[in-house]
């Protein structure tokens, strides 16, 4: 059984600008959520606690082999065992580390704020510092995209290569349907027939979050848990045309999120070495919907980037 970690739980946390577990029976619901989704997952080679300047990072090692690990970083409201449906398929291609994000429902526990995207860099560079001393592969689903970015923005020598799985803010901002549903989500006394609804809609309606452990704990967390996050940054034109490193970008045909096909071009222009894709059969929730294929086009990408480098 997983660890999980004593908490920020209740109001006295609000001040501090800090996330935390609203009331302690938030806190137990999202506790069991996480032990239950973290059971279905492989088999752990390692968990580790990391202290950063901001807080304590959990980190999990999957798989074996010493190739260059790629780092898994979730979406907003998720934690590790949102990637149920990957790991199977990745760590036949690599060893896989993932981190719960700080600041975000999870193992790991916001100490100090998070004033802006330098913050946000700083603690993950810091924590990959103490995992790994040769720069990773990241992939990042949703806002944890947009932190794989971020970090190879401020702290290019941490990163190997850079994907990203329908992340918004990198290349544009979001729809009105998604501020509709990510406002909504989060509102207090929202029923959560309701909340499953909006979540569901982010998902392309392919399944109820419910229905699945990782959606219940999606819905935990956005029920029970108050993050004090900065405002999400697009990274300026200069920076994004900077990043040297081998960069893909999956984005879902039927997401809410964005418009794909307009922010495809637009990536494509600012970045034109890299590679662009639009799935279009996939929705938002790309990473659950097309596991075996993320899997087989992270292997192609991987091997592509590792031979340029070698060459």
Request: proline fraction near 7%; glycine fraction near 10%; aromatic fraction near 8%.
């Amino acid at each position: 059984m997983v660890d999980f970690p004593q908490h920020n739980v209740g109001a006295k946390f609000k001040g501090k600008r800090v996330g935390y577990f609203r009331e302690t029976a938030g806190y137990e619901r999202y506790k069991s959520a996480y032990v239950e989704g973290f059971g279905g997952l492989p088999a752990v080679r390692q968990s580790v606690d990391i202290p950063t300047a901001f807080g304590v990072v959990r980190a999990y090692r999957f798989g074996e082999g010493d190739a260059t690990p790629l780092v898994l970083l979730p979406g907003r409201q998720a934690s590790t065992p949102m990637w149920a449906a990957n790991l199977p398929s990745l760590i036949g291609v690599r060893p896989v580390i993932t981190l719960d994000l700080l600041g975000e429902p999870g193992a790991s526990v916001q100490s100090e704020p998070l004033t802006d995207a330098a913050d946000q860099a700083a603690w993950l560079a810091a924590a990959l510092r103490v995992l790994e001393s040769r720069p990773v592969h990241v992939l990042g689903a949703s806002i944890g995209g947009w932190s794989a970015v971020n970090l190879a923005v401020r702290h290019p020598e941490r990163v190997a290569s850079v994907a990203i799985l329908d992340s918004p803010f990198v290349f544009g901002g979001v729809t009105w349907k998604m501020i509709t549903v990510s406002l909504g989500s989060v509102l207090p006394g929202m029923p959560d027939k309701w909340r499953n609804r909006l979540l569901g809609w982010i998902s392309g309606g392919v399944q109820a979050p419910a229905d699945l452990p990782e959606g219940r704990l999606i819905a935990s967390g956005m029920r029970d848990f108050a993050a004090f996050l900065p405002m999400t940054d697009q990274p300026a034109k200069d920076k994004l045309a900077a990043i040297s490193v081998p960069f893909l970008g999956i984005f879902g045909g039927r997401s809410i999120v964005h418009r794909a096909k307009r922010i495809a071009k637009r990536a494509r222009k600012l970045m034109p070495a890299a590679q662009i894709e639009v799935w279009p059969a996939a929705s938002h929730a790309v990473n659950g919907e097309f596991p075996e294929e993320i899997a087989a086009r992270m292997l192609q990408f991987l091997d592509e980037a590792e031979t340029a480098k070698g060459a």
